[in-house]
T-cell receptor
């Protein structure tokens, strides 16, 4: 089955700096890669996603890149703000209806003033 | 904006007792999922459900677990005889289509004593 690795497990940046979180996946049939942000005790909330027919997607300060050949994708957050502090999970979904999301182990991002 | 809702928010039970966790998916969504997250760990897939039947289940979803859509709005997860290791946050999610974005509910925190 699919296996998703995520690095780093913790990341501390100063406000205004950029943050990059990287994930790799194992199943070449996976075709959808969402990123979820989870604040303490809250639900995972989708912040951006990318499908396998696209190499890059951007939404304001957040961007995701996908390298299908290398089977890795990354989340880029620019001009970080304290409210970006949370745990970020990458995920991958394979082919088929009602396909499950396989999550990475999460990255705890701390944005310091 | 419509959201997935879950009840109860917290549930404490004794080992060996049955629990039923309830979810109300977004109204026009057709695909439903249960995930769990043990404290401090990643989100893990349990089961997906479509057209009144299970589409896929993980190895975690053994005979002690069952799901049901008892009416047009609710989606339930039953654990027949809870174990200590069932203590976790259980998230329900729904999507409009099988390949579409999955939206998560706020979760039910289950504590088995």
């Amino acid at each position: 089955g699919e296996n998703v690795e995520q690095h780093p497990s913790t990341l501390s940046v100063q406000e205004g700096d950029s943050a990059v979180i990287k994930c790799t996946y194992s199943d070449s049939a996976s075709n959808y890669f969402p990123w979820y942000k989870q604040e303490l005790g809250k639900r995972p909330q989708l912040i951006i996603d990318i499908r396998s027919n696209v190499g890059e997607k951007k939404d304001q300060r957040i961007a995701v890149t996908l390298n299908k050949t290398a089977k890795h994708f990354s989340l880029h957050i620019t001009e970080t703000q304290p409210e970006d502090s949370a745990v970020y999970f990458c995920a991958a979904r394979g082919w088929g209806t009602a396909s499950k999301l396989t999550f990475g182990t999460g990255t705890r991002l701390q944005v310091t003033l | 904006e419509p959201e997935v809702t879950q009840t109860p928010s917290h549930q404490v039970t004794q080992m060996g007792q049955e629990v039923i966790l309830r979810c109300v998916p977004i109204s026009n969504h057709l695909y439903f999922y249960w995930y769990r997250q043990i404290l401090g760990q990643k989100v893990e897939f349990l089961v997906s459900f479509y057209n009144n039947e299970i589409s896929e289940k993980s190895e975690i979803f053994d005979d002690q677990f069952s799901v049901e859509r008892p009416d047009g709005s609710n989606f339930t997860l039953k654990i027949r005889s809870t174990k200590l290791e069932d203590s976790a946050m259980y998230f329900c999610a729904s999507s409009e289509g099988g390949g579409e974005t999955q939206y998560f509910g706020p979760g039910t925190r289950l504590l088995v004593l």
